[in-house]
């Protein structure tokens, strides 16, 4: 077995164990999530009039409340938009007055009130969620360096390895800069969770509960920071590995 085998095994190895227990907390956090989604609040107005609220006591009247549209809520979800200065909730958010959508909309709120501070990185967090998609453009560039290489020297060689090389940069990229605006993401779930506490709607064993969700929503994004990235590697090398072991076999 070559070292460049064994590398391949010990970083897929290594990178299993990360995922399983990567999965435990996403499990833990989405089940909180969840739980808190069918956990409806004694409150008189449905999310989006609340939001509004929310705004006003602020001094952010000049940023609008707006119904996401179809294929925002499908594929974007609850978005607060620096350029217009519009926080887009989906209907379901807007409408039903749960714990979670009433912590979405305060984290928005939030977002809107360091976009109004000046904090820097606002806009940099906004790009985020495009990219996030980055890696999965790994495959198919691996895919077409070889097909290239193939085509123009019939064997596997440079081509091949540049478009992997470039693949790896789309793959390890998004994970630097998820980490570079976590901490604006952080201070939004701080600003939001100071916000919904300070509204007087929860009883104490809802505060501790709500606590408990903000918290979740940080382990999320540190676990998804490192599945969107990573995964995507684990499954190339994955792949890789077995085709170098069965080959090792049929020798």
């Given at each position: 077995?070559?070292?460049?085998?064994?590398?391949?095994?010990?970083?897929?190895?290594?990178?299993?164990?990360?995922?399983?227990?990567?999965?435990?907390?996403?499990?833990?956090?989405?089940?909180?999530?969840?739980?808190?989604?069918?956990?409806?609040?004694?409150?008189?107005?449905?999310?989006?009039?609340?939001?509004?609220?929310?705004?006003?006591?602020?001094?952010?009247?000049?940023?609008e409340v707006v119904r996401a549209k179809w294929y925002n809520t499908l594929?974007?979800?609850?978005?607060?938009?620096?350029?217009?200065?519009?926080?887009?909730?989906?209907?379901?958010?807007?409408?039903?007055?749960?714990?979670?959508?009433?912590?979405?909309?305060?984290?928005?709120?939030?977002?809107?009130?360091?976009?109004?501070?000046?904090?820097?990185?606002?806009?940099?967090?906004?790009?985020?969620?495009?990219?996030?998609?980055?890696?999965?453009?790994?495959?198919?560039?691996?895919?077409?360096?070889?097909?290239?290489?193939?085509?123009?020297?019939?064997?596997?060689?440079?081509?091949?390895?540049?478009?992997?090389?470039?693949?790896?940069?789309f793959t390890l990229f998004p994970f630097i800069y998820a980490i570079a605006?976590?901490?604006?993401?952080?201070?939004a779930l701080n600003e939001g969770q100071e916000i919904i506490l300070n509204?007087?709607?929860?009883?104490?064993?809802?505060?501790?509960?709500?606590?408990?969700?903000?918290?979740?929503?940080?382990?999320?994004?540190?676990?998804?920071?490192?599945?969107?990235?990573?995964?995507?590697?684990?499954?190339?090398?994955?792949?890789?590995?077995?085709?170098?072991?069965?080959?090792?076999?049929?020798?």
């Amino acid at each position: 077995m070559s070292g460049v085998t064994i590398a391949i095994l010990v970083v897929v190895g290594v990178l299993f164990l990360v995922f399983l227990v990567a999965s435990g907390v996403r499990s833990y956090a989405n089940r909180i999530t969840r739980w808190f989604n069918w956990k409806k609040l004694a409150i008189d107005k449905p999310v989006s009039e609340y939001t509004r609220l929310l705004l006003d006591e602020n001094g952010l009247e000049d940023v609008e409340v707006v119904r996401a549209k179809w294929y925002n809520t499908l594929f974007i979800g609850n978005t607060y938009k620096v350029k217009t200065k519009t926080i887009r909730l989906s209907w379901l958010t807007g409408r039903r007055p749960t714990a979670t959508h009433l912590a979405s909309a305060c984290r928005l709120v939030g977002l809107a009130k360091m976009h109004a501070e000046g904090v820097k990185g606002v806009r940099a967090l906004q790009a985020n969620r495009w990219i996030q998609g980055f890696p999965i453009l790994m495959l198919p560039l691996i895919i077409i360096g070889l097909i290239v290489d193939l085509i123009a020297t019939e064997s596997i060689g440079m081509i091949s390895l540049v478009f992997a090389i470039i693949g790896f940069v789309f793959t390890l990229f998004p994970f630097i800069y998820a980490i570079a605006v976590g901490k604006v993401e952080f201070r939004a779930l701080n600003e939001g969770q100071e916000i919904i506490l300070n509204m007087g709607l929860l009883d104490e064993s809802e505060e501790k509960k709500m606590k408990k969700l903000f918290s979740a929503w940080k382990h999320l994004y540190r676990i998804n920071t490192i599945f969107n990235s990573f995964e995507i590697i684990y499954f190339v090398l994955y792949g890789i590995l077995s085709v170098v072991v069965k080959g090792v076999f049929k020798r």
